[in-house]
């Protein structure tokens, strides 16, 4: 196995880490939103959204990362962070399996339009709703998630036992 890989898988494994550690911010942001008074909560959930956006911005580094290494190729245009997201979930027979499920690249999809709404409207413009709906689907989402990219890091592993 190339050192490439290696340096791939090692990220991998550190950046599930981190994204631990972001979704427990974000939980405990929420929570606070939860106990704040309304005219007093606007900074916790600024807090929230800078911390969904971050969960959302990690996993797309890594898929770059795999799209560059693994599949030698990074979309391009308008919607390419889209399409990679479609990318890590197709199953490419000849180089690699998907690295995500369909199903689960659906669900990263809403992470990834709210990822953008936080980077193109002002803060005073989210929506504790649709946070709302994301912090309910994460803690379920999130061990099949966090499964899936360690099972493709432990693939990558087993390559350079062949």
């Known amino acids: 196995m190339s050192s490439l890989y290696q340096n791939l898988i090692d990220r991998i494994r550190n950046e599930l880490s981190d994204l631990v550690q ?5 939980q405990e942001g ?64 000849a180089s690699r399996p998907a690295v995500i499920s369909q199903e689960n690249a659906e669900i990263l999809d809403e992470f990834r339009r709210f990822r953008h709404l936080v980077r193109n409207v002002y803060t005073i413009n989210l929506s504790p709703t649709k946070m709302n709906g994301l912090l309910q689907i994460l803690p ?17 592993e087993a390559l350079s036992g062949e």
């Open 22 to 26: 972001v979704i427990e911010r974000t």
């Open 30 to 93: 929420w929570s606070n939103v939860q106990k704040t008074p309304a005219k007093e909560r606007q900074a916790f959930v600024d807090s929230v959204a800078l911390n969904l956006h971050g969960f959302y911005s990690g996993l797309e580094r890594l898929f770059e990362l795999i799209a560059r290494q693994v599949d030698g190729s990074l979309p391009e245009g308008a919607n390419w962070h889209r399409d990679l997201l479609q990318q890590m979930a197709q199953d490419f027979p």
């Open 140 to 156: 379920v989402f999130w061990p099949q998630l966090r499964a899936e990219l360690l099972a493709f890091a432990n693939y990558l």
